[in-house]
């Protein structure tokens, strides 16, 4: 088993420089942002924001949640910023982007988990760079559909929401999130015909048979794009690793996935939620 947990070559990460990497931190710090590529050590920050592509976090950076794969800090969030959406749209602009990513910390000490804000933001947004599509990560919200229709009105191009991992492995990883909940709340979104689009992380435990079986569940919920990448261990408090898998594996995976009807499958080991956003609108499109 310690073999087996030692990290791989194909995992290195390639550290952050360049032109476009500086400016975009220098936009993020400037308003005051928060993004997921920090607060979550993304290991694709590097090549994302030396593209000039990140994903924002709103609704502050403490979850109210401490789901046990997450290096987002958790505790008890600071008031809501009202200027938030605005310094969004505008730093959208600012780093003229094609395709604009966001998510949000879960916000449960709010009457409408921040749904509010969420719908603001998108607005926001969409009035600033009329011409830039987006993707939205959004939180359960608890199943409340009202809080689901906020952002959905808002209208984004696309709308994601993570089972994160299968059935069984689910609660001992996400404190809060149900397996089928997270199902009922992409078949709401999938509904309404809003293009539709969850994450896996692998490396926990699962079988590869539970793995396809969440993919015939995420499919029978109408979800047509499916990300899978390598669970990496944040901070020694957190979950260990179980498995580290060859970048074969992921590819066999990807296959499965596109032949069980996804439109779009993003498989590999480096591979986040966000990772390749950009890409995934254009093959919907």
């Known amino acids: 088993m310690e073999n087996r947990r030692r990290k791989p070559d194909w995992l290195k990460i390639r550290l952050p420089e360049g032109k476009t990497y500086q400016n975009l931190r220098g936009i993020v710090k400037e308003h005051k942002l928060h993004t997921i590529c920090s607060s979550g050590r993304c290991p694709n920050m590097a090549e994302c924001w030396g593209n000039g592509t990140a994903t924002f976090m709103i609704l502050g950076e403490i979850c109210t949640r401490s789901c046990k794969f997450c290096a987002t800090k958790s505790g008890r969030p600071l008031p809501l910023d009202l200027k938030e959406p605005k310094r969004v749209a505008n730093s959208v602009k600012l780093m003229k982007l094609k395709h604009c990513v966001v998510t949000s910390v879960d916000r449960d000490d709010l009457d409408d988990g921040g749904a509010q804000v969420w719908a603001e933001t998108i607005r926001e947004v969409k009035a600033e760079n009329p011409t830039t599509t987006m993707e939205v990560l959004i939180p359960d919200f608890n199943g409340d559909t009202a809080c689901i229709d906020k952002v959905i009105d808002a209208q984004p191009e696309i709308i994601s929401h ?38 896996l992380m692998l490396g926990l435990g699962e079988t590869k048979e539970e793995i396809m079986e969440a993919m015939d569940d995420l499919r029978a919920n ?17 979950l260990e690793v179980q498995e580290y898998f060859h970048p074969d594996y992921f590819a066999e995976l990807k296959e499965i996935g596109l032949q069980k009807g996804f439109r779009v499958v993003e498989s590999g080991p480096m591979v986040r939620s966000s990772y390749h956003a950009e890409n995934h609108i254009r093959k919907i499109q």
């Open 222 to 238: 109408g979800v047509e794009i499916l990300t899978m990448g390598q669970y990496l261990q944040p901070t020694k408090k957190h």
């Open 162 to 199: 993570n089972l994160e991992t299968v059935r069984r492995i689910t609660p001992s990883v996400r404190s809060r999130a149900k397996y089928d909940l997270s199902l009922s709340v992409l078949k709401y979104i999938s509904d309404a015909g809003v293009v539709t689009k969850t994450a």
